[in-house]
């Protein structure tokens, strides 16, 4: 994972994070930043990575700064636009 990049986070117990990455906290925690996580992709991630959000997309967020997530778990770059954040950080 490349620091300041955005990534579909997708770990155990079927939760669905979209960040961008920090740093690794330690061996067992990533920390992310404008970070929103899904209760409904509505698209598998392929499609969401690269298309971005859709009308069946539920999120929450932002995540609060500095917000720790597992470290395993697939990731995915994210390559679609971020409009849960206001300012442009891509």
């Given at each position: ?53 859709n ?7 932002p ?20 409009p849960?954040?206001r300012?442009?950080?891509?």
């Amino acid at each position: 994972m490349e620091k300041d990049k955005f990534y579909l986070i997708a770990g155990p117990w079927f939760w669905t994070v979209v960040g961008r990455y920090v740093r690794h906290a330690n061996l067992q925690d990533i920390e992310l930043a404008d970070a929103v996580y899904f209760t409904f992709t509505g698209a598998t991630f392929d499609v969401l990575c690269r298309d971005g959000m859709n009308s069946k997309s539920k999120y929450h967020g932002p995540l609060p700064e500095g917000s720790l997530f597992p470290a395993q778990g697939l990731k995915i770059p994210w390559l679609a636009e971020t409009p849960w954040i206001r300012r442009s950080k891509k």
